[in-house]
């Protein structure tokens, strides 16, 4: 327990492998009731019944009865940090929580966050449900990375363009009109295949990343909110306002003085 709430999950395992030339000798059965991971920190391995080799980024999720990954080529190997995290008795985590494997692409934060666990797990007697809440999240974080970009590289390149020009323009007055001519769809083409695709019209996708961007500036920034609303795309303090609580559900101001740490 922590903090009254209970745990879906504990830390089990926390390792780091490094395979002689050609791979591990052979794979490893679970055989615990827990997810097993192993991410991928150099060289690289052939994947779980696949022929492609998989290089450092990658995280592979194993569960009961599944095998280890432990194939690399005669001249080559891998090293990998490992994880495993026993499952709650009351099934509250499922195993279609992550997929057999996903692609955690910041190296530099993967060299960090595997320095920092082995550091935490081998060397400062940090109590190990810190270290498994630290690295289950991370693991969580990366992977909804993971799905947002291969939701994305699902798109239409239309859709796309569409999406790489308003997230770029979004605080000038740009309408579909505009985007419909940089994409090279009729307007009317243009609003019901975003729509369709992304449940949303173009002109409530641009309001979206203008809020976006204006929680952060009110809470990192101290420019008066008058200024904030013209550098997000509003002419109008108020209309900005407006659109801000509708959305929102609080003012400009109250939400800054909510998310302020310090005044």
Same mark, same amino acid.
């Given at each position: 327990?922590?903090?009254?709430?209970?745990?879906?999950?504990?830390?089990?395992?926390l390792?780091?492998?490094?395979?002689?030339?050609?791979?591990?000798?052979?794979?490893?059965?679970?055989?615990?009731?827990?997810?097993?991971?192993?991410?991928?920190?150099?060289?690289?391995?052939?994947?779980?019944?696949?022929?492609?080799?998989?290089?450092?980024?990658?995280?592979?999720?194993?569960?009961?009865?599944?095998?280890?990954?432990?194939?690399?080529?005669?001249?080559?190997?891998?090293?990998?940090?490992?994880?495993?995290?026993?499952?709650?008795?009351?099934?509250?985590?499922?195993?279609?929580?992550?997929?057999?494997?996903?692609?955690?692409?910041?190296?530099?934060?993967?060299?960090?966050?595997?320095?920092?666990?082995?550091?935490?797990?081998?060397?400062?007697?940090?109590?190990? $449900?810190? #270290?498994?809440?630290? @690295?289950?999240?991370?693991?969580?974080?990366?992977?909804?990375? &993971?799905? +947002? %970009?291969?939701?994305?590289?699902?798109?239409?390149?239309?859709?796309?363009?569409?999406?790489?020009?308003?997230?770029?323009?979004?605080?000038?007055?740009?309408?579909?009109?505009?985007i419909?001519?940089?994409?090279?769809?009729?307007?009317?083409?243009?609003?019901?295949?975003?729509?369709?695709?992304?449940?949303?019209?173009?002109?409530?996708?641009?309001i979206?990343?203008?809020?976006?961007?204006?929680?952060?500036?009110?809470?990192?920034?101290? $420019?008066? #909110?008058?200024?904030? @609303?013209?550098?997000?795309?509003?002419?109008?303090?108020?209309? &900005?306002? +407006? %659109?801000?609580?509708?959305r929102?559900?609080?003012t400009?101001?109250?939400y800054?003085?909510?998310?302020?740490?310090?005044?």
């Amino acid at each position: 327990m922590i903090n009254g709430i209970k745990m879906k999950f504990s830390l089990n395992q926390l390792g780091y492998y490094t395979s002689p030339m050609g791979g591990a000798p052979h794979p490893r059965l679970i055989e615990l009731d827990l997810f097993f991971f192993e991410l991928i920190t150099a060289g690289y391995v052939y994947g779980i019944n696949d022929e492609r080799r998989f290089g450092p980024g990658w995280v592979f999720c194993h569960r009961k009865g599944d095998f280890t990954i432990n194939r690399s080529d005669q001249d080559h190997y891998y090293e990998c940090l490992t994880l495993s995290f026993l499952r709650s008795k009351d099934g509250a985590l499922s195993y279609e929580d992550f997929p057999r494997s996903f692609f955690w692409g910041d190296l530099k934060a993967i060299s960090t966050f595997t320095q920092e666990l082995i550091l935490a797990f081998h060397h400062e007697d940090m109590p190990k $449900d810190i #270290i498994g809440d630290f @690295a289950w999240n991370q693991l969580r974080f990366r992977l909804n990375q &993971f799905q +947002r %970009e291969e939701s994305r590289a699902e798109l239409t390149p239309k859709i796309q363009k569409a999406i790489l020009y308003m997230e770029r323009f979004f605080m000038q007055d740009i309408g579909i009109n505009e985007i419909s001519i940089h994409v090279g769809l009729s307007t009317s083409h243009l609003h019901n295949k975003f729509k369709r695709v992304m449940g949303i019209t173009p002109h409530q996708f641009i309001i979206d990343l203008r809020m976006r961007d204006a929680k952060h500036r009110l809470v990192s920034q101290d $420019d008066p #909110i008058k200024r904030i @609303a013209y550098e997000v795309g509003y002419s109008n303090v108020e209309n &900005f306002c +407006r %659109e801000f609580k509708k959305r929102i559900k609080v003012t400009p101001a109250k939400y800054r003085k909510m998310y302020t740490t310090y005044d």
